[in-house]
């Protein structure tokens, strides 16, 4: 059975990779000005941690 779709992808759902991205680099220096001790990931992935320790 070629040819028939087993998933659901991000753009059948109506999300735009791209568009998400593009969003990113827009908001990104106003982003970066909220950086402080403790970050521990960089910006643009889903989810970040934070050292408290680090943070004092």
């Known amino acids: 059975m070629t040819g028939q779709k ?4 991000y753009a059948d759902a109506g999300v735009d990779i791209d568009a998400g991205n593009a969003l990113v680099e827009r908001i990104k220096p ?3 000005r909220t950086n402080r001790a403790g970050t521990v990931a960089g910006l643009g992935g889903f989810g970040a941690l934070f050292d ?5």
């Open 52 to 56: 408290l320790k680090a943070a004092g």
């Open 6 to 9: 087993t998933g659901l992808t």
């Open 30 to 32: 106003a982003a970066k």
